[in-house]
């Protein structure tokens, strides 16, 4: 029992019971198992009274009475009910159930599924097999005797198990040498093909078993017949690095470039395995190592990629093609970089493989070892003379990718190299390897020495690669870097030299970028170097303005007020806003404050001719009204349409705005365009509050008419009914 199980899990709740006993069969080749199913014999019974000991006790029936084990036994259902037990294993053993019960019934193959009682259980171990069974088990187990005595009683030596193998298979395949001299010299079919369509000497090929191939070689057997999956005994031996046996069958004239469902031949097959003796056997035989698979794999190449070293060499000496690509343009040259084998590469570098062959992706050797991060590998190429600067259909040569992948001990590999250009721009984007290094951040490692290697932007630089060039959007590295706010890579680029104030096609500056990105760290390192703070992207903005009107206005706004020549009141080219227009218009009061401290001129009008207090008294804003008022606004600038701050405020309902305003001693008699002030505009909005506000102001003018129409404050709120507006003005004549 022991020998077969495998796995055992049991399962236990209240209200179910699986127990499972997982077994497996005897040892088949690769294409049996593929040909393997299962059958089935259910057993009604009460899941309640299944035990574990149960299920062993009927495993252990079927081996005794068999000599084969089920492939699983199982019971399954809900307790106290009655359900099924369900006996998982081979054909065969169905087929002796039924002769039990209904010996009429020889062989099952046709049958998937029978059911029996449990009173039927006993029967299981009273099983008794038909003479052909008996000899299948006797060619199994090696007992000569006993398979001589079942053959003069009349057994056929061609019977069949359910593997459709044949007592002559059975002994082969277990090295039983007397039981196969005795089965041949009754006449068995030594080209009989079983149900995964081996034969004798392909079993006995694949187990190992010389001395049985040299008698059925002998006995005349075919040694070319191919299994379902296209094998050959030759082909069987040579995957297994089985030399003695190939030797054999080569001797004996086997097909030595047959090619199974694969492509592969038995070259191939032994090349992969890395079995140098086989190889060397066929390729003297004068095995075809030319041939490609059904992936164009050659021997080389499948030597190459597993890393034998000792079999690439002999096939290199009998004269395998190099250069040749697999489907996807793979070489073996490639296929050991890719793998990181640096003793193939060597050889092959020696023997004069083409170093710069690409394949389908453009990909070269030193391409796939940057790639797969393999430096030793890559050492070699470099040594050898690859060329470094071919890009792949991506557009990316080595260094990109290994700028890309923050390896530097990769890009110092590649930096060796001669001839190298490190300015190449990848197709699509136009970035070079330092674009790629700055986009990672790779930078601070040179003073990092616990790595024991430099940063790749400063090994880059050292190399000579241009700092300024531009990608097809006009990003430098020194842009990259502030993107992905890169402080350290800012710094070694600056110090570098590289050009602070390049811009990109949207006109962005570093600067810019790192206050769009909100990068203050960033911003100060570019700050302190100098940049112009002044250069207006395609928008029209400068960083200042950008800041302003950011979330973090705060926080950028005073970093770029720490810098030398700033002019706070360009303005944009569109609406004519200033960076304080900017921070009003996003009420940051603080922002405000800083700009107004710093010196912005609160009097600029954009092109609307809207002052900061315009704009912040149609915005509401009493804290900013009260910030410019202490700056000394002008109260009573006019917009293109005569508003002022007041007539906003007014217009806009906005009694605590107005209350500064009037505080602060606005004019609030002036007209606006239609002829309008602010008590006009309040009266006819039916605006009490906001009236009364106006009202409390010194010198106010209560009888000013309109241009158009000749009507004052008062005739409007007549003309609204509004009683309180009389009283009002009343009590403010008095």
């Known amino acids: 029992m022991q020998d077969y199980c495998k796995m055992l899990e049991v399962f236990e709740t209240s209200t179910s019971v699986d127990v499972y006993i997982s077994t497996v069969p005897d040892e088949v080749t690769e294409d049996q198992k593929k040909a393997f199913s299962e059958m089935v014999v259910k057993i009604d019974k009460p899941a309640s009274q299944c035990t574990l000991h149960d299920v062993r006790k009927l495993n252990e029936a079927i081996i005794a009475n068999s000599g084969l084990c089920p492939h699983s036994v199982y019971i399954s259902g809900v307790a106290n009910k009655c359900v099924e037990v369900v006996v998982r294993f081979p054909p065969s053993v169905v087929g002796w159930v039924l002769a039990a019960l209904t010996p009429h019934f020889m062989t099952t193959h046709h049958l998937s599924e029978v059911t029996l009682d449990g009173s039927q259980l006993s029967l299981l171990q009273d099983l008794r097999y038909d003479l052909n069974d008996k000899l299948i088990i006797a060619g199994r187990a090696g007992q000569v005797m006993r398979a001589a005595s079942l053959l003069n009683s009349g057994a056929d030596i061609q019977t069949e198990d359910w593997l459709s193998q044949t007592p002559l298979d059975w002994a082969s395949r277990y090295s039983h040498l007397q039981v196969v001299r005795l089965l041949v010299s009754r006449g068995a079919q030594l080209n009989h093909q079983d149900l995964a369509g081996c034969s004798a000497v392909m079993l006995a090929a694949w187990h190992g078993h010389t001395n049985v191939v040299v008698e059925l070689v002998k006995a005349g057997a075919n040694l070319d017949l191919q299994s379902n999956y296209g094998s050959s005994a030759l082909m069987m031996a040579a995957r297994g690095g089985l030399t003695d046996i190939v030797v054999e069958l080569v001797k004996a004239g086997a097909n030595l470039d047959l090619q199974n469902n694969d492509g592969d031949s038995a070259v191939m097959l032994a090349a992969r395995g890395g079995h140098t003796g086989v190889v060397v056997e ?37 004269g395998a093609k190099l250069d040749l690509q697999r489907n996807d343009g793979d070489s ?24 710069d062959l690409q394949n389908k992706d453009g990909d070269t050797a030193v391409i796939m070892a940057v790639k797969s991060h393999e430096p030793a590998t890559l050492r070699e190429l470099v040594r050898a003379g690859s060329d470094l600067n071919l890009q792949n259909s991506e557009g990316l040569t080595p260094l990109m990718i290994a700028a890309r992948s923050g390896r530097t001990d990769i890009t110092n590999i590649l930096l060796e190299g001669k001839h190298i250009n490190l300015d190449i ?71 570098a030299g590289a050009k602070l104030d390049l811009q990109n096609k949207d006109g962005d500056t570093a600067v810019i970028i790192a206050v769009k990105r909100c990068k203050p760290v960033t911003l100060r390192e570019l700050v302190r170097a100098g940049s112009d703070l002044n250069l207006q992207n395609q928008e029209g903005l400068t960083p200042l303005m950008i800041a302003a009107r950011s979330r973090n206005s705060h926080i950028m706004t005073n970093i770029l007020l720490e810098g030398e020549h700033i002019n706070l009141d360009i303005r944009e080219k569109r609406t004519g806003w200033s960076a304080l227009h900017f921070s009003v218009e996003r009420g940051d009061a603080a922002t405000t404050e800083a700009l107004l401290k710093a010196g912005a001129n609160p009097h600029l009008k954009d092109k609307d001719g809207d002052s900061a207090l315009t704009l912040a008294a149609r915005c509401g804003d009493a804290d900013i009204i009260v910030e410019l008022v202490k700056a000394g606004a002008n109260l009573d600038l006019q917009n293109k349409n005569g508003d002022t701050a007041v007539i906003m405020a007014v217009k806009r309902h906005e009694p605590a705005t107005l209350r500064e305003l009037v505080r602060a001693g606005s004019d609030l008699n002036l007209q ?3 002829g309008l002030t602010p008590l006009m505009i309040a009266a006819r909005s039916w605006k009490t509050d906001i009236t009364n506000i106006l009202l409390e102001g010194e010198h106010i003018n209560l009888d000013i008419q309109e241009k158009r129409t000749g009507w004052s404050a008062l005739h409007f709120s007549a003309e609204r009914g509004d009683c309180s507006y009389h009283r009002s003005t009343a009590q403010g004549r008095s």
């Open 282 to 318: 066929l390729v003297e035989a004068k095995a075809n190592y030319y041939l490609q698979n059904n992936d164009g794999d050659s021997a080389l190449t499948l030597a190459a990629r597993c890393g034998h070293t000792d079999t690439v060499v002999k096939l290199v000496k009998a």
């Open 332 to 355: 073996a040259l490639m296929m050991a970089a890719e793998n990181g084998h640096t003793g193939v590469v060597v050889e092959l570098v020696k023997a004069g493989a083409n170093l």
């Open 425 to 495: 721009q990848e197709k699509g984007t136009g970035r070079s390897a330092l674009h790629f290094s700055a986009e990672r951040g790779d930078a601070a490692l040179t003073r990092a020495a616990w790595r024991g290697h430099a940063d790749i932007v400063v090994e880059l630089v050292k190399a000579g690669a241009n700092l300024d060039l531009q990608r097809n959007d006009g990003d430098s590295a020194l842009l990259e870097a502030v993107k992905n706010g890169h402080t350290n890579v800012v710094v070694e680029l600056v110090k």
């Open 672 to 674: 606006n365009q239609e």
